[in-house]
């Protein structure tokens, strides 16, 4: 591993992890201060989950035309710049809900090329077998500083302004954009494209390339299906810590540390299991022992079960995210990287709502306590998906594929 560059990648992962949770708990409550519509309020957050299912595709075919280095920081230059200007208009009182609504989905929008290009970009800054290390401690580091720094720094941010919390998400993607402008990357070799080649025709192949390769499949149908799950427990996870167990805000709160505390010492944790048993036996470990929380959560109606399921979950749920990412970053060729990891953000995106419309009627019919029953379902389905991957190992390319090559600045 080349530890300057991917130091400094590293240091602007967690920058903008800091930055999006201070602005993602910040923007809620500037749309409630400015409207009380539900609908109003709640279109601030579809906004920000609209343009993966629009643009995610787009978003990884241009990633696999550009210059992925340029293409992030020019991204996160724009993205400051518009905060900035957020924030001044905030500070100013010129805000409006409409305003919100299009910053949302304006940021959303350029998230797009920006984590395809990052997806695709790491396989160039660390060698291929230091690939799992390095996700390991980039989502790591993340969730350190959305999960456990971002959300309480933000109140103590807003009590100095309204508008403080977002100049000072502007400040971490301009920290950000420069820190990985910085970094001195070869770009990989591509093959040059084909005569009359358009973004249409990319994104197919994209696509075909993923239902080609049995794994990529399975572990994009696993993906899904997790993401459905994971949906319906996020948005029911309060009223099952405050209706079923009655456990009130600060059992939720207990809840949500757990798991976030869980996902941090997973990724200590992976490299021991990876070098123990394989990459793909711990996605399938994982895969298991999160069933296994899932039904204590749902058969097992206290505050102390439910938050060590949480903290088991979130472990495993660390090991699962690390290796999905490893795998596929891995399997797929170079060139169709930025595509195949869009395809799997955008049934990410997807599967989420969906996940939450089941999980609110399920807790509606059988109470809240038959949801993570309920996830378990699509847990277990994900984990049938993943059969192909129960070798201790599985190539890094399907066969005939180019492997993927990595280009270090020494």
Known sequence: MVRGGFGRLWSAAVLSSFGDALRTAALPLLAVSL??????????TACSYLPWLLFGLLGGAVADRVDQRRAMWTVDVVRGLLLAAFAVAVGLGHASIGLLIALAFTLTTLQ???DNAATALLPAVVAGDDLGRANARLMTGQQLAGGLLGAPAMPLLAAAGAAVPFAADAATFLLAAALVASLRVTAP???PRAAGSTLRREIAEGLRTLGRDRALRALCTATAL?????GGLIATLVVLVTDGLHAGSAGYAAAGTAYAAGGLAGGVCNGRAVA????PRVVLLAGA???TALLVMGLVPTLAALVAAMAVFGFMGMLWNVNTTTLMQRRTPTAALGRVSSAFRTLAVAGAPLGALLGGA???IGGPHTVPLLVAVFFLLAVTALIPLRRPDVSAVAPGDAPTTT???R
Do not use: E
């Open 35 to 44: 409207t009380d519509a539900p609908l109003l309020i709640a279109s601030v």
């Open 112 to 114: 797009t090329l920006f």
């Open 189 to 191: 070799d591509r093959p």
């Open 226 to 230: 997790c993401n459905i799950g994971m």
């Open 276 to 279: 123990r048993i394989g990459r």
């Open 289 to 291: 022992v999160q069933i």
């Open 362 to 364: 399920a807790a509606d």
């Open 407 to 409: 280009h270090v600045a």
